[in-house]
């Protein structure tokens, strides 16, 4: 069974355009949402993460909004360029196991 | 400093064979995990470490893998009598402390059983 499921699984975005990216979860015990971008070839890294204690994260571009009640977050990545051209994963953690979601593969279209 | 560091970055096997993917995490971080990803799929956890802590292993698929971790540092998967799917990127990532604390991966080794 997916911990967490996220949608789209691709996204074409043009350039200067809003991306937004969402995830579901169902175990209400976790308590730490990160949410990754990888480049091909290279590893995940951590771009922004929020806890369950707030329902908006914003850094620069990009913006995690927290739905406790619904048990969804998502990924909004404002004013979008071709160099965020990645996929990305969301993420959910109780205490120290981490599940990820399928990942989202995004296109900005200069 | 050094981020985590995997070796080798490629590596091609015959099905049947035994393997060893190497990890070196970031000094001082006390969590270590391994996941896999296939091909246009998430990640898939596989191991936990934690200190001296028993590991996690609730995310190994079958009991041809398995992993260590010498000296609360350096760490290796090994998968054997490998067979056509395991062919995936093996990532390892480590955290300061592993509670919620930010993971960083490494670049992961691209594994290719023909």
């Known amino acids: 069974q997916q911990q967490v499921k996220q949608s789209p699984q691709s996204l074409i975005v043009q350039k200067g355009g809003i991306s937004i990216i969402n995830c579901a979860y169902e175990?209400?015990?976790?308590?730490?949402f990160p949410w990754y971008q990888q480049f091909p070839g290279k590893g995940p890294a951590l771009l922004i993460a929020?806890?369950?204690?707030?329902s908006e994260k914003k850094e620069g571009r990009f913006t995690i909004s927290f739905n406790k009640s619904a048990k969804q977050f998502s990924l909004h990545i404002m004013d979008s360029q071709p160099g965020d051209s990645a996929t990305y994963f969301c993420?959910?953690?109780?205490?120290?196991?981490?599940?990820f979601g399928s990942g989202t593969k995004l296109n900005v279209k200069p | 400093g050094a981020g985590v560091s995997q070796s080798p970055s490629n590596k091609v096997t015959e099905k049947g064979k035994d393997v060893e993917l190497r990890c070196d995490p970031i000094?001082?971080?006390?969590?270590l995990y391994w996941y896999r990803q296939s091909l246009g799929q998430g990640l898939e956890f596989l191991i936990y470490?934690?200190?001296?802590?028993?590991?996690?292993k609730s995310g190994l698929p079958s009991d041809r893998f398995s992993a260590e971790r010498t000296g609360g540092s350096v760490s290796t998967l090994t998968i054997q009598r490998t067979q056509q799917e395991d062919s995936a990127v093996y990532l390892c990532?480590?955290?300061?402390?592993?509670?919620?604390?930010?993971?960083?991966f490494g670049p992961g080794t691209r594994l290719l059983v023909l």
């Open positions: 990532a480590s955290s300061r402390s592993g509670r919620g604390e930010t993971q960083y």
């Open positions: 175990n209400t015990a976790f308590d730490y």
């Open positions: 929020i806890r369950p204690d707030v």
């Open positions: 993420a959910a953690s109780n205490f120290n196991k981490f599940y």
């Open positions: 000094s001082g971080h006390t969590a």
């Open positions: 470490f934690q200190g001296n802590s028993a590991p996690d």
